[in-house]
């Protein structure tokens, strides 16, 4: 079976995730498109794939024409919470898998039946009129109208999915939701668990793919630009981090740096996947931008992660839904520099006032200070855990995040279809 296969241009959550799944599918034809950071991550990762087509800086619409000459050659079509693919999908008239980590997140400003509507009556005859007849939709909206069109949906398990899933799939409705427990490399895991490296590192800070519909490496890039300040103070406060890697999309591509202060050493690198994971199974001690995938491979390690402060609105999403964890609870958080500060309770705006208020941090003295000492505070508690107590937390974490294995659901998915 032919496969093609795309991810949210949104971080690297999505384009890990779509990495995982590709992995769990050895005896198909694998083929990537997609473009941005989510190819990079593709590239950085070319063992998953095929064949991998990078459409980033293609002029006017080659992109789509690929794209959509690739989806017609298919099979079947699995997109990672990108829309865009699942519409183009069912224009083309393929089977369309839709997988989706954050299915709880999406907000809808309309009724749920109003969206099952606009569906039920797209026009098939080409994209840009199925574009325009779901042009009202907000971008979250069109995710949950993506589900609603895919041939398949498979969401990984977190709070509030068991209640989403109910209210998709209403009796009457045909619609049927698949869920899942973590969506990661599993192979990858099995390998690092089972060939434990020397730790190379103290520390491992992992700031995720950091790029999506607004945040930037050079635009927007506030939170960089404070990480950057952070750095050689973390190395100045924490003699104990002798060697620190300091891991994620803004530091691939030309962009590595080193820091060396007060006898300790921080690299900035863009690792590959399974090079990562390699690197958390083998370091006690592991600061993590709070996003589910990088958190699920934490917990199949084995290792309780700390969580960085928030850099969109998703993560402040992820940390609220967990604040009865040791794991939430412990996070830092901006409300701890800040406790005034009013959050929109939106994506793009919710996002946009973490960008400001990391650079009211980063440009502040008093600001700055006080987010060093909170940080600094939440870092000792963390480090004073001791191991049952870390092994309860992963252990809370796994009931609360456990589900059917995502190869299986998967693999009975993609027989279904094949019969059909």
């Known amino acids: 079976m032919r496969i093609v296969m795309g991810?949210?241009?949104?971080?690297?959550?999505?384009?890990?995730e779509l990495v995982a799944v590709s992995r769990h599918l050895p005896g198909h034809e694998r083929v990537f498109v997609g473009d941005g950071v989510t190819a990079v991550f593709a590239r950085r990762n070319p063992d998953a794939f095929d064949d991998v087509h990078d459409t980033s800086g293609m002029p006017g619409t080659a992109g789509a024409e690929v794209t959509d000459d690739l989806l017609r050659g298919s099979d079947h079509v699995v997109s990672v919470m990108d829309a865009e693919l699942v519409f183009r999908a069912v224009v083309a008239r393929r089977p369309v898998t839709m997988v989706d980590s954050l299915f709880s997140f999406w907000r809808l400003a309309r009724p749920l039946d109003r969206i099952r509507d606009l569906c039920a009556t797209l026009p098939r005859s080409g994209y840009p009129a199925a574009d325009r007849h779901l042009a009202g939709l907000t971008p979250h909206e069109r995710i949950v109208a993506a589900h609603l069109l895919a041939t398949h949906s498979v969401v990984q398990n977190f709070p509030g999915v068991t209640e989403r899933a109910a209210?998709?799939?209403?009796?009457g409705t045909g619609h049927e939701i698949h869920r899942?427990?973590?969506?990661?490399?599993?192979?990858?895991?099995?390998?690092?668990?089972?060939?434990?490296?020397?730790p190379e590192y103290d520390l491992l800070v992992n700031v995720g793919g950091?790029?999506?519909?607004?945040l930037d490496f050079d635009v927007n890039n506030d939170y960089l630009r404070l990480l950057h300040r952070w750095i050689p103070d973390l190395l100045r406060d924490w003699p104990r981090f002798?060697?620190?890697?300091?891991?994620g999309g803004p530091f691939g591509e030309g962009r590595e740096r080193t820091y060396t202060v007060a006898g300790g050493r921080a690299d900035c690198r863009f690792l590959r996947q399974r090079e990562l994971l390699r690197v958390a199974a083998g370091t006690a001690d592991h600061l993590l931008a709070p996003g589910l995938t990088a958190l699920h491979e934490s917990i199949a390690l084995g290792r309780l992660p700390l969580a960085m402060h928030e850099q969109h609105y998703a993560h402040v999403f992820t940390m609220r839904a967990l604040d009865g964890t040791l794991f939430g609870r412990g996070g830092g958080r901006f409300a701890d520099v800040v406790p005034s500060h009013s959050l929109p309770e939106d994506d793009f705006a919710g996002t946009?006032?973490?960008?400001?208020?990391?650079?009211?941090?980063?440009?502040?003295d008093g600001l700055y200070a006080r987010f060093r000492r909170t940080?600094?505070?939440?870092?000792?508690?963390?480090?004073?855990?001791?191991?049952?107590?870390r092994q309860e937390g992963v252990e809370e974490l796994g009931k609360l995040l456990d589900g059917e294995p995502v190869h299986s659901v998967l693999t009975d998915l993609l027989g279904t279809s094949r019969a059909a």
């Open 7 to 16: 991810a949210q241009n949104c971080g690297f959550g999505p384009a890990s």
């Open 375 to 389: 940080f600094n505070e939440r870092i000792e508690h963390y480090v004073s855990l001791t191991p049952p107590q």
């Open 180 to 198: 899942t427990g973590s969506i990661i490399d599993v192979a990858g895991l099995r390998d690092v668990v089972a060939r434990p490296a020397e």
């Open 210 to 214: 950091f790029k999506n519909f607004l």
């Open 242 to 247: 002798r060697r620190v890697l300091v891991c």
């Open 352 to 364: 946009a006032a973490l960008v400001e208020l990391a650079g009211r941090v980063r440009e502040d």
């Open 167 to 171: 209210e998709l799939a209403a009796p």
